[in-house]
């Protein structure tokens, strides 16, 4: 780990890192964030990986532009606009449909993404540099507090990242306020750093919302775990003798075993990397979903490092069918 002032030196030296598909964390006016390239699926995974977090979930995109945001997703609301344009940069998240550039690994399989534009000049330079959105949580480890300082980061993730750029203290102290506007409601998910009251009065009543998996279509709440629409079990050779003439998907982890039984076969990685297995998950699910299976089976794995993250996020695809 390299704890780093951030001079423009090191700010390109940053970029360069971010590039080359390390882990930067950087200083917002929230939080600090925990940083890496947002289109690239494998330096995506070790956001997962350094945080220790035995579970995926959803990420924020941070542009430093319009027009970068317009690459990534569907900005055309017309409240959205009227809220960016009064409270960007600041703490303030939407929730906007995703185009395909955005790997799943990001929105852990969601069709939607997080998006703000963060108040904060060595974030801002940062990105820019870039070129490319960064995906960012709060540069904690599981279960801890979010970082206002960069000791802060240090202390919990210093041998986990390649570089924390040193910024001072975020002003605002707390995460960005999140909301979901469509043209059918509009939704408060996380109150934050823009009051409730200060976005109403541009565009209305918020209603409020507990995230809930298991209920996506009742009012007020909202889906924040995929799970494919087909009947998902782990593999072994019992089961697979319980499904004769179906269609089945497998999914293997480096090897694949009764090749014949299946229609249809992906590998999460033929090397046998837990990084690209992470970032092979959710968009292999989601090609099985378009190919008319009656089951997907898939490999359970061992629960180390990034592996207790992929096995959480199957467990509960599993459990939706058992
Ligand atoms: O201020 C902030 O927002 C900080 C700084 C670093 O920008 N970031 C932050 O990220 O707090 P994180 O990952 O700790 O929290 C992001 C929240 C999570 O609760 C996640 O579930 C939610 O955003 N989220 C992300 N994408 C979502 C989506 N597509 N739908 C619903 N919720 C989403
Ligand atoms: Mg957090």
Not at 86 to 110: A, H, Q
Not at 310 to 321: E, H, P, Q, W, Y
């Amino acid at each position: 780990m390299k704890l780093l002032e951030a001079t423009k030196e090191n700010i390109n030296h940053s970029v360069e890192v971010l590039k080359a598909g390390g882990l930067v964390a950087f200083p917002t006016e929230t939080v600090y964030g925990l940083g890496a390239d947002g289109l690239n699926d494998i330096a995506v995974s070790k956001i997962f990986e350094a945080k220790q977090r035995p579970s995926f979930n959803p990420l924020i995109l941070h542009v430093s532009s319009i027009e970068m945001l317009n690459d990534i997703a569907e900005f055309s609301n017309e409240k959205i606009l009227r809220l960016a344009e009064k409270f960007w940069p600041g703490p303030l998240t939407f929730i906007l449909k995703k185009k395909d550039i955005v790997p799943y690994i990001v929105t852990s399989g969601l069709e939607t993404v997080a998006v703000r534009m963060p108040d904060n000049k060595i974030a801002l330079e940062l990105i820019n540099k870039l070129g490319k959105p960064i995906a960012a949580p709060s540069a904690n480890s599981f279960s801890k507090l979010s970082p206002t300082k960069a000791e802060h980061v240090a202390k919990q993730l210093g041998d986990k990242v390649d570089v924390i750029l040193n910024g001072g203290n975020c002003n605002v102290g707390v995460e960005s306020t999140i909301i979901e506007v469509t043209n059918d409601s509009q939704i408060l998910l996380r109150p934050g750093g823009v009051a409730k009251e200060e976005i109403e009065k541009l565009i209305g009543e918020l209603s409020e919302s507990k995230f809930n998996s298991d209920s996506p279509n009742s009012p007020g709440q909202l889906k924040i775990h995929y799970a494919p629409n087909i009947p998902i079990y782990f593999y072994d050779e019992e089961k697979l003798k319980l499904f004769v003439n179906k269609r089945i998907g497998g999914i293997f982890f480096n090897e694949v075993k009764d090749e014949k039984k299946f229609t249809d076969l992906k590998l999460l990685s033929a090397k046998g990397d837990l990084h690209e297995a992470a970032a092979n998950l959710f968009s292999y699910l989601h090609d099985m979903e378009n190919l008319d299976l009656d089951i997907i089976l898939v490999e359970p794995i061992e629960k180390i490092g990034l592996g207790a993250a992929i096995m959480d996020r199957l467990s509960k695809a599993v459990n939706k069918f058992i």
